[in-house]
T-cell receptor, first 113, second 116 residues
């Protein structure tokens, strides 16, 4: 079945440093979504990418979808303490009989003020 | 607007007991998903419904787990009998669209289950 790998598992940064998390799929994806989960909270949708090579920005966050639609990344510029949380990618796979959205295990970001 | 509503928020039970988790999706959303989150396995899709019909239940761990959606505004996930390895946070999520055009998932606050 489809596997979505996410690295790193953990990342600790000083406030102001940049942060990147990477997502890789074993199969070609139809789309990819990114979510953020604060400690003790629930996942909250950030963005969806659909097109090959797509790049989207949300303030200090930059999301990319690979040309082959098998990988994606989330980059945060100049992290702030409010960025703390676990960032999940979720890959959409329409290859089987039913569409599936498979989550990576997430990257836990902690920020030292 | 109210988001996805789940109950109970916390449940502690003993092995062998029946557990029922409840979910009210956002009104107008046609898709409802049940996920389980653990440290070891992350977020796993258990089952999802479209217009109250189960579409994919391949993630349901075993026969002890069952899910129903009797109407557009209510779903249940039942574990009978429960086991300690079922301890996890169970999230319900709903979305306006699904399939190839699955839009954002709106997650509930989750139900934290502890089976002793």
């Amino acid at each position: 079945g489809q596997q979505v790998m996410q690295i790193p598992q953990y990342q600790h940064v000083q406030e102001g440093e940049d942060f990147t998390t990477y997502c890789n799929s074993s199969t070609t994806l139809s789309n990819i979504q990114w979510y953020k989960q604060r400690p003790g909270g629930h996942p909250v949708f950030l963005i969806q990418l659909v097109k090959s090579g797509e790049v989207k920005k949300q303030k200090r966050l930059t999301f990319q979808f690979g040309e082959a639609k098998k990988n994606s990344s989330l980059h945060i510029t100049a992290t702030q303490t409010t960025d703390v949380g676990t960032y999940f990618c979720a890959g959409g796979d329409s290859g089987g009989s039913n569409y599936k959205l498979t989550f990576g295990k997430g990257t836990l970001l902690t920020v030292n003020p | 607007d109210a988001g996805v509503i789940q109950s109970p928020r916390h449940e502690v039970t003993e092995m062998g007991q029946e557990v029922t988790l409840r979910c009210k999706p956002i009104s107008g959303h046609d898709y409802l998903f049940w996920y389980r989150q653990t440290m070891m396995r992350g977020l796993e899709l258990l089952i999802y419904f479209n217009n109250n019909v189960p579409i994919d239940d391949s993630g349901m761990p075993e026969d002890r787990f069952s899910a129903k959606m009797p109407n557009a505004s209510f779903s249940t996930l039942k574990i009978q009998p429960s086991e300690p390895r079922d301890s996890a946070v169970y999230f319900c999520a709903s979305s306006l669209t699904g399939g190839l055009n699955t839009g954002e998932l709106f997650f509930g606050e989750g139900s934290r289950l502890t089976v002793l």
